[in-house]
């Protein structure tokens, strides 16, 4: 099996996913001249691409991460902080352990971010241009409602939204990351921030995305 596969071909935008460890298929990604995609253009990619499609029946990481405060508000960061130490997370992860971003780390993530359920919640697909957290997900009103409008049409009426369990982060003696994890059709389209440990995986998906200019 190919590690990096292009799944969509161009358009404005082409995307590919990359089978191996994290750190390594963000090194393949980046080679390549592929950004880590968001969820926006995830959401954006699986409407063009339609409902039966590779990108809409499977999930990926994608580049925004979850920020977890001991007796704190979690934070969904644009930008994790895990795409800059990729391989001590992996590592860390792989030893039972918790990546912790450093303060100039956490404070530059928290300068485009959003609070983050304490719980696992459900959004209402139907109010997606409404609801906060899906509205900075996505890209805006008008690009959450038409996400939303898909995940409809795909039978979808709620979206799940999975956080790790206040418990454990309570524990913890300083804040720590997590990847998002974007899941398939299949899961509700689900948005887990509890994910990570799998950041190993020789199968592990992250999906890269390169704007594409053609010569008119």
Known sequence: MKNLIIDVKPTRLESAVAYTPFDKALENLTKKDYEIISLSQNAQLRIQQGKYSYISRDGNWTREGVLYFPKGKPKLVRNSTILESAKETRISNGKGKEFYPTKKQIEKALEDSIDFPKKNITIPTDKFDSDALTVYAFGGEKEAKAYGEFLREAGI????????????????????????????????????GEGCWSLGDETAKLRGVKIINFNI
């Open 157 to 192: 009426e709620e979206m799940p939204v999975y956080t790790m369990d206040k418990n454990y982060f309570n524990k913890q003696n300083k804040p720590f990351a997590r990847q998002m994890w974007f899941q398939d059709l299949y899961d509700k389209s689900a948005m887990s």
